[in-house]
């Protein structure tokens, strides 16, 4: 049993659904044990070819990490965290098959960064990208390694530090969206490429994916370490708390003047 997942089964491919539509499917600790389960099961059931991932309504797949729970991490409990964002990208970086974005709304900052370690996105015109972690007193390390991978070093400063979201059309004219099609046609096109790339020889699959995973690896650690020392850093300032204890105000004020 799934809490804050939902999961079918399409013929050889598993959709993985986040569930947390209340808060935009934000992710918390136990949303992505939830989601390491299944990348693990799927990766070793040979019934699966191929697995899609997307989030439940239709304003955001994913707006990144829950803040709530973010919001009284320390510079200890930031070290302990990073490791956890390591096994998590490492799983999905380790999964051998193919795995398509069916981007149904905004990705934000390690939302943005999930989507990107996919194989394939596929997305619609209201769908907005970006890395706003700067917006929230929180310093961006695996942000930027993922970006400048795809993006190079330019656009990726441009986008670490302006904070800014992408619209779709901008991420699919520089290759971070592979298909935009009408909002519709984002589950039944994901679904199509990955019952395509699922008839792929399975064999010849794993071994690509494998060798474009060792092309990054040492960056991707390099990153990891990074992350630790500079969220330490970030979180040991009281920045980030101050500036989620300020977001948290401001929402409440927003929703009381609406009452």
């Known amino acids: 049993m799934t809490k804050y997942i939902k999961l079918e089964q399409q013929g050889p491919v598993t959709v993985l659904t986040l569930n947390r539509p209340e808060c935009l499917n ?3 600790a136990p949303m992505r044990a939830e989601i390491l389960d299944v990348l693990r099961s799927a990766g070793a059931d040979p019934e699966v070819g191929a697995l899609v991932m997307t989030g439940a309504g239709d304003r955001a797949f ?12 320390d510079a200890s409990r930031a070290r302990t965290w990073i490791g956890e964002w390591e ?7 380790s999964f051998y098959k193919p795995l398509v974005m069916a981007l149904n709304g ?11 370690l996919g194989d394939i996105r596929i997305g619609h015109e209201g769908v907005r990208m970006g890395q706003p972690e700067i917006n929230a007193g929180v310093a961006s390390v695996t942000g930027p390694w993922i970006m400048r991978e795809m993006l190079g070093m330019s656009r990726t400063i441009e986008l670490t530090l302006s904070g800014r979201m992408m619209e779709a059309a901008e991420c699919h004219a520089i290759g971070l969206i592979h298909q935009l099609v009408p909002r ?9 490429t990955a019952r395509m790339l699922a008839a792929k020889p399975p064999v010849a699959m794993r071994l690509d994916k494998a ?6 690896e040492e960056g991707f650690r390099e990153s990891i370490r990074a992350a630790e020392r500079i969220h330490h850093e970030s979180y040991a300032s009281g920045e980030p708390a101050r500036m989620m204890q300020a977001f948290f105000a401001e929402r409440e004020q927003r929703r009381t003047n609406d009452q």
């Open 26 to 28: 934000a992710w918390h």
């Open 62 to 73: 994913c707006a990144g990490q829950d803040l709530n729970e973010a919001r009284e991490f």
């Open 87 to 93: 096994t998590y990208y490492d799983a999905l970086r």
């Open 106 to 116: 905004t990705a934000a900052g390690s939302a943005f960064q999930v989507a990107l």
């Open 184 to 192: 519709d046609q984002v589950l039944p096109a994901a679904l199509e």
């Open 211 to 216: 060798r474009l995973r060792e092309m990054t």
